[in-house]
């Protein structure tokens, strides 16, 4: 056993230390060796040394390096490595963080890492939480706990006896919400387009005055750090609104919220503390490992109503919190652990470093974006950039060249009609190196397409 795990850790840092040299996407070679891999079932055992081998000589090539410095898709944060070292350490405890007394020492460090969220956050400090798998299953969890509390109100037990014949709920959502808010709401029984769909300005920011009187029960969907440009929602103003229908308030801040830990860009998420609930991701900006999602209530009853179980062979204490009260989940891995280990190393002042400097970069490849002609097409507030190169043709042309050149990894989005590539900056070991060598590929890249339209105008 030593020698594996020992050996396979050195496989992993030397992973690591080889993604600043490789290409950020895996290679169409590698791709092709992952053939490699489908074989038939083996009828005898092997030296699970000789799996490992195999793992890390086809599937670490084949890998995205999304670990790496220079991926800038999606909204991904890497691991730091104090996230990672927990990681294992958590793993090879292998605990089913289910039950306090079956589990104290994972079930009482997450108690702790939550308590530190909400206060890093600036969450009310009475919120009740939940560790899950990443910002859908944290919508998810939310508004259950949202579901249930409103439908209480009107004194039906939605766990109990369902949605038929329940009080009819009116959600209303932005016309800009993730995907993944929908899906929620689908799983809910609360519809996925049986919303009514708030309108946005240019930034994709929710318009609070369109937001009519809402029929109750209700819940309104709102959203700080648009998947695409960053804004977030007048989130303050919003619940202000909310509050005179007695509507509750969930904010989607996936990414976005974690601006709230950082005193320069909290003027963005201003009045975030006020709403009901609350979704956002670990495995995004504090850069734990995936997966790591969180979500919190502020009505901590609400959130254990629509989540405990209880059965007679799961051992409960009453006085102390069971995980397992607040998910969807029962057995699962202790995510918190993960998030613990970063609080404990970066501090108030870290994390804040953390988002300020990804935020500092993505406002400095917008700028020399445009310095060299290009569009940007949002107000780069957050960690997001939204570039053109001239009509959608060429701009897929120049993503697709970046993407094979290697360097660096951005991908594509359509805004407001308009294509664009997306660069978001979210990675801990983003240097300044490492925005001036993409900043370089990609103008190298854009210019000889752009130089050529030129030409031919
Ligand atoms: C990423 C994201 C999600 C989905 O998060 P997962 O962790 O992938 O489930 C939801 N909402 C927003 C705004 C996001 O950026």
Redesign the pocket.
Known sequence: MRKLLGTTAEYAIRYLEGLDTRKVAPTAEAIANLTQFDEPLPNESVDPKLVLQLLDKVGSPASMAMAGSRFFG??TGGSLPVALAANWLAAAWDQNSVLYRVTPGTAFVEQVALRWLLDILHLPAQCGGAFV???????FTALAAARHAILQQEGWNVEADGLFGAPPITVAVSEEA????LKALGLLGLGRSRVIKIPVDKQGRMRPEAIQLLTRPAIICT?V???NTGACDPVGEICDRAKVMGAWVHI?????LWANAAPSLKHLTAGVEKANSW?T?A??WLNVP??C?LAFVRDEWALQAAMAITADYLPTLSNQRNPSDYTPELSRRARGVEVWAVLRSLGRSGLADLIERTCHYARHFAKELKAAGYTILNDVELNQVLVSFGNAETTHQVIADLQAEGTCWCGGTVWQGQTAMRICVSSWATTDADVEKSLAVILRIANKYCSRQYQAA
């Open positions: 999606m909204v798998t990443g910002a859908t299953m944290a919508n993730h995907p993944s808010l959203q750090g648009n998947v989607d801040g996936a990414f976005g979704a991701d495995h995004k995936h997966d999602g």
